[in-house]
């Protein structure tokens, strides 16, 4: 199964109503983290009723519990942005 199949299939746990997941992995070829072939840098929107009325940093908290061991390997960076529905960007 690839990185980004098993991100989606984790991020399921969170009923999500909307994913958009990008690999950006070859605009940081070259730093800390970044491996040939990708899969290691991420951007995240997802919306999901789970977040109405959580702060950010809960929010975060809420994908990082998701995703468990895939965030500390393959992914080393994941820009996050998490809404509710009905939230301005949802």
């Known amino acids: 199964m690839s990185v980004e199949a098993q991100i989606r299939a984790r991020l399921d746990a969170l009923h999500p109503e ?8 070859a605009k940081h070829a070259g730093h800390a983290g970044a ?14 009723r789970a977040f109405a009325g959580q702060p950010k940093v809960a929010r975060h908290r809420m ?28």
């Open 18 to 25: 909307r994913i958009e997941l990008q690999d950006e992995s």
């Open 63 to 90: 994908v990082y519990g998701a995703l468990g061991s895939l965030m500390q390997d393959p992914i080393h960076a994941l820009a996050i942005d998490a809404r509710a529905p009905g939230e301005p960007g949802a």
């Open 35 to 48: 491996r040939p072939g990708g899969n290691t840098h991420w951007r995240l929107l997802i919306v999901a």
